[in-house]
């Protein structure tokens, strides 16, 4: 099983929702944000830079020019990831950004991986489905 959290609005690449960590970025910051929400989303980047590796290759194709569509899940093993994503997802919610946490089984075809995420392009005729 594979989870993702995404926000309403579809990212124009793949068409699907965008994750939580590309809505933390749009989020206004500096003078928007309570100190503590700020403090907090700074500390929450900060940690995932140290505990998610970053993926050699975003899509299937090896072109400089060809379709970069991957989204990013988590595995259901990691369980520390998905603790500060939920959190990452609180705040975002604290500010009227609906979150939903997605699951699957096929999360499309898998052009990176290691232990706690998969890249995946997405299956073009399954959608995955939204859990509580």
Do not use: C
């Not at 809505?23 to 995932?48: C, M, N, Q, Y």
């Amino acid at each position: 099983m594979y989870l993702r959290f995404v926000v309403a609005a579809r990212h124009a690449n793949t068409g699907v929702q965008t994750g939580i960590f590309e809505a933390a970025k749009r989020l206004p910051r500096v003078g928007h944000l309570p100190d503590w929400d700020e403090k907090r989303l700074d500390e929450i980047t900060s940690w995932f830079r140290d505990h998610l590796p970053f993926p050699d290759r975003v899509a299937r194709s090896r072109r400089p020019n060809g379709h970069h569509a991957a989204v990013s899940w988590f595995k259901a093993t990691a369980v520390e990831q998905i603790a500060m994503a939920r959190e990452l997802a609180a705040i975002l919610e604290t500010h009227d950004i609906r979150t939903e946490m997605l699951t699957t089984d096929r999360p499309g075809f898998v052009v990176y991986e290691d232990d706690v995420q998969v890249l995946a392009e997405p299956f073009r005729s399954e959608h995955p489905r939204a859990v509580g």
